[in-house]
């Protein structure tokens, strides 16, 4: 089956630094990923929509300016937290939508996530 | 903004008891997928039912969708203490995104 990794896992970053966090379609090519976060015991918010070689689609709320997506390639998305605070914490899920398959499109292939922490 | 609204928002039950999840939505899908989210861990997909489908098997999982009421219901049978997580419905809207429902926490007690 499709396979999204992301790296890192987990990251301790000091207030005012960046971080990047990578996501990867291992084993299909992905025109779009999703970027999610999730806060504990909630839900999955989408953050933005990344797609190959154009500019994100972000949602309602969320700064572009903070949050940086790049679509380098089409296994690969990255996400960078700018100048990150403590209320940046949170866990970080990235998603590849499939283009082949029964219905194609339809089923979104999830990275494990990658859990930051800004002290 | 979220799409779907499930209750109950925690369920806890002893193994081999069913467990039965609900989640209502407000737009009209094309489909509607349940996924399973083990603690700080990433999504499982576990089934999707189509608008024009009522029910769904896959194992012990059954889905049923009733676009007139815009709900859908999960129920895990035989429950085992593995099945313990977070259980989300999550519809498509336009462009493909994926919009998640707030979630059920179900914990089965061995």
């Known amino acids: 089956g499709a396979v999204v990794s992301q790296h890192p896992s987990w990251v301790i970053c000091k207030s005012g630094t960046s971080v990047k966090i990578e996501c990867r379609s291992l084993?299909?090519?992905?025109?779009?990923m999703f970027w999610y976060r999730q806060f504990p015991k909630q839900s999955l918010m989408l953050m933005a929509t990344?797609?190959?070689?154009?500019?994100?689609?972000?949602e309602q709320g969320v700064e572009k300016d903070k949050f940086l997506i790049n679509h380098a390639s089409l296994t690969l998305s990255t996400l960078t937290v700018t100048s990150a605070h403590p209320e940046d914490s949170s866990f970080y899920i990235c998603?590849?939508?499939?283009?082949f398959g029964r219905g194609g499109g339809e089923t979104q292939y999830f990275g494990p996530g990658t859990r930051l922490l800004v002290l | 903004s979220q799409q779907g609204e499930e209750d109950p928002q925690a369920l806890s039950i002893q193994e081999g008891e069913n467990a039965t999840m609900n989640c209502s939505y407000k737009?009209?899908?094309?489909?509607l997928q349940w996924y399973r989210q083990n603690s700080g861990r990433g999504l499982v997909h576990l089934i999707l039912i189509r608008s024009n489908e009522r029910e769904k098997h896959s194992g012990r999982l059954r889905v049923t969708l009733d676009t007139s009421k815009k709900s859908s219901s999960l129920l895990i049978t035989a429950s085992r203490a593995a099945d313990t997580a977070s259980y989300f419905c999550a519809t498509p809207t336009g462009g493909f995104k994926t919009i998640f429902g707030a979630g059920t926490r179900l914990f089965v007690k061995a």
């Open positions: 737009t009209s899908i094309n489909n």
């Open positions: 990344s797609n190959e070689g154009s500019k994100a689609t972000y």
């Open positions: 998603s590849a939508r499939t283009s």
């Open positions: 084993d299909f090519q992905a025109t779009t």
